[in-house]
């Protein structure tokens, strides 16, 4: 075995070889292209994409809107310029070997999210998204903004294969999903843990954009996971201490062109999936166009992998047309809507009746319970439906100001069962009461929570005023935000138990819970009724300030003044009407010691919740203070060697206040008597990180620990961590290679997977049951070419047993393997 080197030797090697990399940098740095990028008044742009198609170079302009491309040679190459808010530009430039070539850009306004690769080629980071228009409701580049979020592209989800938004948040560092959806009106789509604190995808392209089931990402341009307390641009009602999902859906672009995808694969799965361009063809094709309609829409169906017995099924149908009309270079309307439709049965959800000592186990890998057995009979099934409207009117006023208005109507709505299980031990006094059962160790309750026509209804009116200009010699990038949001919940539900068998039971037992023996259970007047009638009304406003003192120094400042008129009703018991009026600020400091590639950020963010009337220990029915979330934060962001290394650590400290504490029970009315003086600390480190080493080769990975507890809290929680904060440690990584030239380009495989440690689901004195710690790899092969893309794709590659759960354990999928073909026009 060859002994290592020495320390010293190791440094004269590792010196030698970055002297070595200085000089081929210096040595291609004598062919030079360089330019400015400007809007049609001359100002500069900054941010701006410069990349050359079929290379690796790529950078984005300063403040002054400059950018320079060292080449290694002279030639013939076509260079291209992206900019959010801006059309994309491609101009074909020729450089003598040695010489230093000039090319200045004229971009014009328009809103267009092309693909990252038609503009920059082979150039770097495949998977890395450098800026935002929606995070800081401006304009804004990643390494310039205080905030910290990730993004993932969908670049990536055709590499992986992915057709839904549960499977792309796996990307996401530092977020765990706990729930899927239940697909009942109201819910929100599944539920996810960040930060410590339970979050759920309800905004779309940064306005309401609720779901009720799955959500395809047929029409997914890119996923924004944005981290900690958002209400201050966000407001509080679509948001969480955590942080929030936004989804950005895909716009009309400047071709005609599309694609239409086959799959199908393990559980029954198939999948038929459309997305169409049209473009308005009485226009030059070397002008933007002002009409342009883009349709996405794709049908899914697959069956349950638990196939012991009655194997449930999901199927979803989507469509998504989007149109964009652009009568002038200052007026852009789009106008767009989603649709999502499913029927199916609900996944099994696993309860524990009963602390762990007494049901004789506290992990999910010790129960009883079968991962591969259904325990439901047939006809436990129901429909949902999910519906945005969505309208954008943006309007240049100047060079320096815009105006955008938002109108978005979300509507989702369900009908139908949603059974759920609980585990019971055989004790003797459950014994004594039941009789009739056989005996067995362990039993499960099953039980349904319908809906009946149920539907939650948001309506948000948001105006922005976005600003960018100097003040003096400093930059001012401004909005100023008025918002208003109306939240109508009509939700009827039907529930109860059904009945109580053996684990062991044979399938006719089990086929008992079905859903014509279910509703005759409601018809015969068994079971009971929950409603759910609240109306809110919010009314807001906001502004936010980004200064450049220096170059190289950036400070934020924002507040939002946020007025809700809650109208009470119904939430399973009567809720009276208030009004409370509430402040939101946030701050943020960047300073970048090397410009636009190293930045050092510091943040607060703050984020509160509307709690209403509380029954105290007096007898009173204060109004609750709003509680609160502050978060400090602070870390490194780089966008390093020509935007081929992108990454962000960083360090935060969520503190709630003004939480309520259990104090008991009224003897009375059984209502729950609080005192407002609970908190919750929440800390931890992220990092993030997209690499592209070397030319095809493509990293990304992310690592997640969190640290929440209790405090001030009622003693058999008090200190411990919440059992919704999901999994302390989360790590993801995907690695992927493409060949870049050559016979076999377009050629390539990919390879990754998620770790999540220990998730205790039931954290309380005398009740503690884990979930244990997975490692789930997934794989993917791909053949990608102008006309077409042959992919297949293999999840849970090593046929992982392993549970999720939000205080449930909840069994996943086992080793899926499915494989598309896709026709390109």
């Known amino acids: 075995m060859t002994s290592p080197l020495p320390s010293s030797r190791l440094a004269t090697h590792a010196a030698l070889f970055f002297f070595f990399l200085l000089l081929g940098h210096l040595a291609q740095a004598q062919t030079l292209l360089s330019g400015r990028v400007t809007n049609a008044a001359g100002e500069p742009l900054s941010g701006a994409s410069v990349g050359v198609q079929g290379t690796a170079l790529g950078t984005d302009t300063d403040t002054n809107g400059n950018y320079s491309l060292p080449l290694s040679q002279g030639g013939s190459y076509v260079v291209g310029v992206r900019l959010l808010g801006y059309l994309n530009q491609e101009h074909r430039v020729t450089v003598k070997t040695g010489d230093k070539q000039t090319r200045n850009f004229i971009l014009t306004p328009g809103d267009q999210q092309l693909d990252e690769v038609t503009v920059q080629g082979d150039r770097t980071n495949r998977f890395s998204r450098k800026s935002s228009e929606y995070v800081g409701k401006m304009p804004l580049s990643n390494i310039e903004n205080p905030q910290v979020y990730a993004t993932v592209g969908k670049e990536l989800l055709t590499e992986q294969l992915v057709f839904s938004v549960d499977d792309a948040t796996r990307n996401a560092p530092g977020l765990q999903k706990m729930w899927e959806a239940t697909g009942r009106g109201g819910d929100g789509g599944s539920f996810y843990a960040a930060r410590g604190f339970v979050t759920q995808s309800q905004l779309r392209n940064g306005v309401a954009g609720n779901v009720t089931g799955d959500i395809d990402a047929v029409n997914l341009e890119k996923l924004e996971v944005i981290k900690g307390p958002s209400a201050t641009l966000f407001g509080s009602a679509l948001t969480s201490y955590g942080g929030l999902l936004n989804r950005v859906t895909k716009k009309p672009l ?27 063809q009485n226009v030059p094709t070397d002008q933007p166009k002002t009409f342009g309609f883009r349709l996405n829409t794709a049908y899914t169906y697959e069956d349950n992998f638990q196939n012991k017995g009655y194997t449930g099924f999901n199927k979803n149908f989507a469509v998504a047309p989007s149109l964009q009309w652009r009568p002038s270079d200052r007026l852009t309307v789009n106008l767009d809507a989603e649709i999502y439709k499913g029927r199916g049965t609900g996944k099994q959800f696993i309860f524990m009746y009963f602390t762990p000592d007494v049901l004789g186990f506290n992990r999910a890998d010790k129960s009883p319970f079968d991962y591969r057995q259904s325990y439901m009979g047939p006809g436990l099934i129901q429909d ?23 109108l978005t109507s979300s509507n989702s709505y369900s009908n139908g069962n949603s059974a759920y299980f609980y585990l019971t031990p055989s004790t003797p006094a459950f014994r004594n009461r039941r009789p009739d059962l056989p005996e067995a160790d362990n039993y499960l309750v099953r039980a349904d929570q319908s809906t009946d026509n149920s539907q939650r209804q948001l309506w948000e009116v948001q105006q922005l005023f976005n600003g960018d200009f100097q003040v003096g010699n400093m930059r001012n990038r401004v909005v100023l935000g008025l918002d208003y949001l109306r939240i109508n919940s009509d939700v009827n539900f039907l529930g109860g138990n059904f009945d109580t068998v053996a684990l062991s039971s044979p399938r006719p037992v089990l086929d008992q819970f079905n859903g014509t023996n279910m509703n005759a259970v409601y018809a015969a007047g068994g079971g009971g009724r929950y409603l759910i009638t609240t109306k809110s009304n919010t009314y807001s406003a906001f502004v936010s300030d980004v200064l450049n003192l220096t170059e190289q120094l950036s400070v934020l400042a924002a507040l939002r003044v946020d007025h809700v008129d809650n ?11 208030y009004k409370q009026t509430t402040w939101s600020p946030k701050f943020g400091l960047v300073y970048q010691p090397v410009k636009d590639r190293v930045s050092v950020f510091a943040n607060y963010q703050n984020s509160f919740n509307n709690l209403g009337l509380y029954l105290a220990a007096d007898g009173s029915r204060p109004l609750a203070k709003p509680e609160r979330a502050n978060q400090w934060e602070g870390g490194v962001k780089l966008d390093a060697a020509a935007g081929r290394l992108s990454a962000t650590v960083s360090y935060y400290n969520i503190r709630v206040q003004d939480r309520l504490r259990l104090l008991g029970y009224s003897p009375t009315t059984f209502e729950a008597i609080n005192a407002q003086d609970a908190t919750q600390r929440s800390e931890g480190v992220e990092v993030s990180v997209v690499a592209n080493p070397v030319r095809g080769l493509n990293i990304i990975g992310g690592f997640a620990y969190n640290d929440s507890k209790f405090e001030d809290s009622p003693e058999d929680v008090n200190g411990r961590r919440p059992n919704n904060a999901s999994s302390p440690y989360l790590a993801n990584a995907w690695v992927s290679y493409r060949q870049p030239e050559g016979v076999l380009k377009g050629l390539g495989a990919g390879f990754g997977g998620n770790y999540a440690s220990e998730n205790k689901v039931q954290n309380a004195v005398n009740n503690v049951f884990i979930l244990p710690s997975y490692t789930v790899f997934n794989a993917s092969v791909f053949y990608d070419q102008p006309k077409y893309r042959i992919s297949a794709k293999v999840d849970n590659l090593t046929d992982k047993q392993y549970w999720t759960g939000y205080t449930t354990m909840n069994p996943q999928r086992l080793r899926s393997i499915i494989g598309s073909i896709a026709y390109k026009f």
């Open 567 to 577: 109208k009470g009703g119904l939430y399973y018991s009567p809720v009276a009407a």
């Open 254 to 280: 400047e071709t005609f062109g599309g694609e239409v995808n086959v799959a199908a694969g393990s559980y029954g799965f198939h999948r038929v999936s459309a997305d169409v361009n049209l473009v308005d």
């Open 384 to 406: 949902s439906r999910s519906t945005n409207l969505f309208g954008q009117v943006q309007y240049k006023i100047s060079p320096s100001f815009t105006s955008t208005t938002y």
